[in-house]
């Protein structure tokens, strides 16, 4: 059992010890956020000559660049405003969008950093050149491929982006180039203040029950002297009692007390019935090893035989011939 004990002591240990840094890491993290429980971040200002910026698969961006935020129960939202006033955001599919902006300029987004302090955006350049002729704004308003659209901001869930890929087109309302952008992000979710009490919780109590089962202190064993009667003094003088009732009852000091044992019952001699001889207790014990013999041990002689040379033998009963 010790042994079962030990190793179930350190399987709970190399558990919770990692929940527990995990339920601590995320409360650090949670103490980030606001009364509200919403995060928020800012955005590098958003240039180029183009008459939008798109995110060409939302869902792709989130899954490289902040996985936590495509779990259940957290929602999204974008402000976007422009020099003029707010921006144009719209959360379509990624064919539609490609086929509406394509003969005009603008840039995509291809990664989005996560850094302390606003928040670099990198972008390519995507369809014609901006000095090439176009066929003139493009007004993103009254657009039928619209999943959800809005002016200054917009809000999705993850569920949103479930399906097909979906790309976040923000440009101006009236779809004119020349785009400088103050974009913020916010994150709200549910499931942090849950999980990081729950990781504690169950961190502290892996913790606490592998030190329960190593710190146990093991049990004592008990050991039973089998001797045969004629071998008890010698037993009590090595073990430093005068007499083995005394052991396992109470102590005064450093000497034993000897259990008084109930009226109307005594002591029965072992080994002296009737028709045997009785043994005293106070012959010597019998030696445990050779070493413990007071004497060499003498073997019994061998019978005298007498030996005669004569030949042949002469057989008893009969005479010699002559």
């Known amino acids: 059992m010790r042994f079962v004990r030990g190793i179930a002591g350190v399987l709970l240990l190399v558990i919770g010890i990692p929940v527990l840094f995990a339920g601590g890491a995320l409360w650090l993290v949670t103490r980030h956020a606001d009364p509200g429980g919403t995060f928020a971040a800012r955005f590098e200002t958003v240039r180029t000559p183009g008459h939008a910026v798109v995110v060409t698969d939302l869902d792709r961006l989130l899954r490289q660049e902040a996985p936590f935020a495509r779990t259940a129960q957290t929602r999204l939202r974008v402000d976007a405003r422009t020099p003029d006033g707010p921006a144009f955001v719209g959360l379509a599919p990624t064919a539609e969008v490609r086929r509406w902006l394509e003969p005009v300029p603008h840039a995509t987004v291809r990664r989005v950093a996560l850094a302390r302090g606003p928040l670099p955006v990198r ?133 034993p007390v000897a259990w008084s044992l109930p009226a109307g019952r005594q002591l029965t001699p072992v080994g002296s019935g009737p028709g045997e001889r009785p043994r005293s207790a106070i012959e010597p014990a019998r030696p445990s090893t050779l070493a413990d013999l007071e004497a060499p041990a003498r073997l019994p002689r061998p019978p005298e035989v007498a030996l005669s040379l004569a030949w042949p033998p002469a057989t008893p009963g009969r005479r010699p011939s002559r």
């Open 123 to 255: 972008l390519d350049p995507a369809g014609p050149a901006t000095d090439a002729p176009t066929a003139g704004p493009v007004t993103p308003l009254g657009r039928p491929f619209w999943v959800r659209e809005g002016i200054g901001s917009l809000e999705w869930s993850a569920d949103d982006l479930a399906g097909a890929p979906m790309s976040l087109v923000v440009m101006r309302p009236d779809g004119a180039g020349d785009l400088a952008l103050d974009l913020r992000a916010e994150l709200r979710a549910g499931w942090t203040t849950p999980a990081t009490w729950g990781l504690l919780a169950v961190g502290v109590l892996l913790v606490v029950g592998a030190a329960v089962l190593l710190l146990r202190p093991p049990r004592p064993r008990e050991v039973v002297f089998v001797v045969e009667p004629d071998q008890v003094p010698v037993l009590a003088g090595r073990l430093g009692v005068s007499s083995l009732s005394g052991l396992g009852g109470p102590s005064v000091g450093d000497a």
